[in-house]
């Protein structure tokens, strides 16, 4: 009994000291998470977050954590909302688009509506979905690993290696999306949602995007309003950033658009992680780039 005791207080503890280290290193969407953790091999941390973390709002406790970390991964290109309002120890804080801020895509007289999971937003200003051109995404994590450097959290030479490898699945889905698409830069496709600029940029295709959610069934002025984009730009695909309801599958099936998902991953997925979650959505494209 006693013995049964102590080894609970053991694994208290260890649970204890593993929490700690979740919070040495914050990093603010899964993508960087994912990267983070290959590139370091240990665990950072990524709070539990409802919805989409663009659109988060720390709370007065995980910002006291965020600010306490000894290093402060971002995605940057005013992918952190929370960061306006928010003062953060500038020296330890890294934006890991910034190596290529040059590059960056602005959105002009974009929409406020979108009344699904994550409220009403817009995404007007500097558009933020970086990491699904993955040669930026490539960019990131290398920022990622020479941050780890210079603060030298971890071990340089694994650290290197393990970036190396994670570079290398990186190119393999760049590589692959660019051999699929090629030849297609006039197809007309439907994007659900304002995130596949840097996407349609890097595989050079012709995109565009309403402003839908994939839980929630359009109102009728949203089915007007794509009505219109289709009329000089008819599309035979839709890509959603998530599974769709199947009342919307019906509809646009009606209208000749067929569905698939090409899920950015912005957060954590439910099962398998970033490489499967792209692997999957490479997957789903290939019938869009079959004729
Ligand atoms: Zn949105």
Redesign the pocket.
């Known amino acids: 009994m006693i013995s049964k005791f102590i080894f609970t207080l053991v694994i208290i503890f260890l649970g204890a000291i593993g929490f700690a280290q979740t919070e040495k290193i914050f990093v603010s969407n899964y993508p960087l998470a994912y990267f983070a953790e290959r590139i370091l091999g240990e665990q950072v941390y990524f709070p539990d977050i409802e919805g989409d973390p663009a659109f988060w709002e720390p709370s007065e406790e995980e910002l006291a954590n965020i600010q306490a970390a000894e290093l402060i991964i971002l995605n940057g290109a005013t992918y952190e909302k929370w960061r306006f309002f928010t003062s953060l120890p500038e020296s330890k804080v890294v934006e890991t688009a910034n190596v290529f801020n040059d590059h960056f895509i602005y959105a002009e007289n974009e929409v406020t509506h979108?009344h699904g999971s994550?409220g009403e937003?817009s995404?007007s200003g500097t558009t933020f979905t970086t990491w699904i051109d993955f040669d930026q995404a490539s960019k990131q994590a290398g920022a990622i690993k020479d941050a780890l450097i210079d603060f030298t959290i971890g071990d340089a030479t694994t650290i290197s290696e393990n970036f190396e490898l994670l570079k290398a699945d990186l190119s393999k889905l760049d590589s692959e999306l660019l051999e699929l698409t090629q030849g297609y830069s006039e197809l007309p496709l439907i994007g659900s949602?304002?995130i596949y600029q840097y996407f349609a940029r890097r595989y050079d295709l012709n995109v565009k995007t309403v402003?839908w959610e994939p839980d929630t069934y359009p109102g009728e002025d949203l089915w007007q309003e794509l009505e219109t984009v289709l009329a000089d730009h008819p599309a035979k695909w839709f890509i959603w950033e998530a599974e769709p309801l199947a009342e919307s599958v019906a509809r646009l099936e009606e209208m000749g658009l067929n569905s698939v998902v090409f899920d950015p991953s912005g957060n954590r997925p439910s099962s398998g992680d970033f490489l499967t979650v792209m692997q999957e959505n490479i997957k789903n494209l290939k019938p869009v780039f079959a004729y």
């Open positions: 979108s994550s937003h995404h949602h304002p402003h």
